[in-house]
């Protein structure tokens, strides 16, 4: 499993482009795929997993981004 999430990150990395952003779609892409693996690789569909860990990403980010500024 460690094997396929390297391979996974090294694709993600290769496709998305070197910003800000391409961290966030790194994050999501991981997300998605231990959803998947949840699931223990059946049902459901890749843009759900997709929709649903980009959901919980962006819910994560705000906070984050708050508590530091509040120093």
Request: hydrophobic letters at 40%; one cysteine or more.
């Amino acid at each position: 499993m460690e094997k396929v999430m390297r391979e996974t990150t090294r694709v993600c990395d290769r496709l998305a482009p070197r910003n800000i952003a391409s961290a966030k779609q790194r994050e999501i892409a991981a997300l998605a795929y231990k959803l998947w693996l949840a699931r223990g690789f059946q049902n459901g569909s890749p843009q759900e997993d997709w929709l649903r860990a980009q959901q919980a990403v962006c819910r994560q980010r705000p906070r984050a981004r708050g508590a530091g500024s509040e120093a």
